[in-house]
């Protein structure tokens, strides 16, 4: 009897892992980790006593839908090389109390601050790149939001009916732009498109919600270019002709105008902001523009971030639009790793120097026994020796694949959860270091 109830349970749960593997999309039936049956993570179930060993972070799509790794505000703006909110949401949950304070040293479009505030944890972040940390800075504001809703509207309106500014591209011989912005404006955008990002542009300063409007223009310029609608991460050159699209299957043209984008991203983000202001908490928030390198850090209780890796993604460059026509400070020296510089042996070798002084200044601040969780494909292998030169207890390494269900891509990427800790007081690492 009990023989045949084995059986039959095994050949059930042969069904459903059948079933499963059915349902499994093309790049996850590449990896065995999405066969094995494990019951993945979810992030909302995560307490302090739950073992590392217990967690799961291979997340097939059906288990993380797309809209849940992008809700709210995580979609305000596309950005290359953020990681996913709930991979952020398990290391809080598992390390962090809410009273404690964690630290984003590359807090890039914001992953770690948006998620500590949702669980009441105190956050602060710092980047580099102005328009990461103004992206940031309008995911964790706080907002009126009838207020706001009044003047997107009114600023839509304007623009729709005809009463707003004169199309024209004008602007462009004022002070306001340089004539690096005004060669890459004009040859990026159809002159009706350009004259349509100018005119909101040109309404901006009217507004109260001034940074929340240029996401808006910026993500309405990052589709208005003259780009294929595969390429839209790292176009080369303006797409001027029609062009066989690879994502539609069919021939597609560059777009001429902008006012479409203008309206759908303005009303999209509108929803956003208000969704995450139905469960943003009291936790206090910052975000500062600033190199990692010379940060004025607070006291912390832990770290939660994923660095820049080396010679690999323009974190300036990926916004160059945004840059041009908001004329932010463009500081792409500074960025550690920069895709610039390449990946040398010397850009290697620079590159685990930098972080590694980084995470040694955020160590200085951190309180005995608290963490710094580093999230890194680290292909080159050059975390071990940056371990070494911070100087703390390696206590985990954790592996995940990285199911990116967007993009085309033919290579399986995998990254690492690494945890650092500091001793605490008395032992080797627990007293404070002197640089
Ligand atoms: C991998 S991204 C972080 C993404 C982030 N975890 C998210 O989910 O949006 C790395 C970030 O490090 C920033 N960065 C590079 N060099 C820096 C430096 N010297 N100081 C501060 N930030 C820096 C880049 O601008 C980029 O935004």
Redesign the pocket.
Known sequence: MTNRITQLTETTLGKQMLRQNDSLTNEEKRVDHYKDGRPYTIASTVRKKTPLEELNLNWREQDLRERERTKHVHRLHP?L???IPQL?EIFLRKYFSTADVVL?????????LVQANELGINSIG????AF?VLL?QVKIASYNIPKLKKEVNDLLLRLESGQGPDLSIQDLKTAAFNDEARKYLKLWFAPQALAELLAFRRLISEYDNQDLLKVILSRAARSARLTTHFDLDFPKKPQTEPYHCYKHARTCSPTSDAYKFIRRYALDTVARVEAFSAVKTKASVQVHH????N?KFPEIDGVI?????VGL?D??EQHAYAYHLLGLHDQRD?????AAKGSSIRAKKSYQE?IAS?FRHTAENLRPGGRIIV?VGDKANLYPEIAELVGLEQEAILQRHVNRRTGRRSNEFYESVLIWRKQKKGTKNGSRREN
């Open positions: 950005y090389g953020k990681y952020v984003d040293p590359f807090s890039g479009s914001g992953t770690t710092y980047d580099v790149s990461n940031t600033a190199d990692s390198r940060g971030t994923s660095p820049p890796y993604i974190y300036h500074l960025e550690i790793g920069a930098e980084v999230v």
